[in-house]
């Protein structure tokens, strides 16, 4: 297919050349009307910037992009993304570099995003988080020929640069230890299905609990702490079978189903063990204290910056393993009730 070019897009808009050179590049001159209308054609006809011409016409714009398909109530009570975020920015700053952050509501928007930054060179490099399964962000963005690194395991990198924990062997470290304490059925609640550390989560979850002879549940949410809540409401009356211990995919939901489970009278440990994800502060000043799958947020947040300033010198894809997370076994683990 042959490539796209600026003088189709002024074809289409209506415009001239010059104008859809100022509208593409973000510069004065264009009106905002004007400027939204090439874009859009810019969008439909699938326009590729000339990676080669962009290097030789801007120096760097010393800013990295991140983009968040999460709500803003989810992303301002989630400790992850603050710790994360914060370790992004720890490094970043030594180095005189910005970070753009955009939240949006859905993946299709996301990818909007980052043809509107390529189109424009808002951003040397992208961070992207939360990948799919299949991901289509992981194509667009090699056809941007936009730097990105992503967050997320190696085998749903698609060949980018990536760094990555091992969700597998934690999930395991977490179902083996509750089947040592005794117990027989266990549920876990779960982020979203088409997150894929969630689904790598889930394989290693299901696989453990069938090892091991446990009945397992798996119940989805959306990450929030008031359906963490509302499942665990779920699964602690469900009738004499309920699950005797709970793994929770952050430690958001973990605290919202502890409140819950002390409103219907039932005690952790004795009652329910609850084990946790990403052990921030939120885990170890509840009472009682959270047992949860540790690892450094914030270094990993820092890691993530330096692969970046890597990408941008020129280092070949590559993955890197931050940490497997351990497990810190604290007041919220104990046998099931008699």
Not at 45 to 62: D, F, H, I, Q, T
Not at 199 to 213: E, H, I, N, P
Not at 241 to 252: H, K
Request: aromatic share 6%; with cysteine; hydrophobic share 40%.
């Amino acid at each position: 297919m042959p490539r796209v070019t600026i003088k189709e897009i002024a074809r289409r808009a209506g415009v001239s050349k010059g104008a859809v050179s100022y509208a593409l590049n973000g510069q004065p001159g264009v009106s905002d009307a004007t400027r939204a209308r090439v874009l859009k054609v810019a969008e439909e006809l699938e326009w590729v910037p000339n990676r080669a011409a962009r290097m030789l016409s801007a120096a760097r714009s010393e800013t990295f992009g991140l983009v968040l398909a999460r709500t803003a109530k989810t992303l301002s009570e989630e400790p992850f993304y603050m710790g994360f975020i914060g370790g992004v920015e720890s490094v970043l700053s030594t180095k005189g570099y910005a970070l753009t952050i955009q939240v949006v509501p859905d993946l299709e928007t996301e990818m909007a995003a980052y043809r509107k930054w390529s189109a424009e060179r808002r951003v040397d490099a992208v961070i992207v988080v939360d990948l799919r399964v299949d991901d289509p962000r992981v194509p667009l963005l090699q056809k941007l020929e936009l730097p990105a690194l992503v967050v997320g395991d190696k085998s749903l990198a698609g060949g980018l640069t990536c760094v990555w924990t091992d969700s597998t062997t934690a999930m395991t470290e977490a179902v083996e230890h509750i089947a040592e304490l005794g117990h027989q059925r266990i549920a876990r609640v779960a982020g979203p299905p088409e997150h894929g550390h969630v689904w790598m989560r889930g394989q290693a979850f299901a696989a453990a609990a069938d090892r091991l002879g446990l009945t397992g549940t798996v119940v989805h949410t959306d990450f929030s702490g008031d359906e963490g809540a509302s499942v665990t409401r779920q699964l602690m009356t469900s009738g004499p079978d309920r699950p005797t211990a709970v793994i929770y995919d952050n430690d958001l939901m973990a605290v919202a189903g502890l409140g819950v489970i002390h409103e219907l009278g039932l005690a952790v440990p004795d009652d329910v063990t609850i084990i946790a994800w990403d052990d921030s502060t939120l885990c170890r000043i509840t009472h009682p204290t959270l047992s949860a799958m540790s690892h450094d947020v914030v270094e990993y947040g820092g890691r993530v910056a330096h692969h970046l300033f890597e990408l941008l010198d020129g280092a070949e894809p590559a993955a890197h393993l931050n940490s497997t997370p351990k497990l810190q076994i604290r007041g919220s683990s104990g046998p099931p009730p008699a």
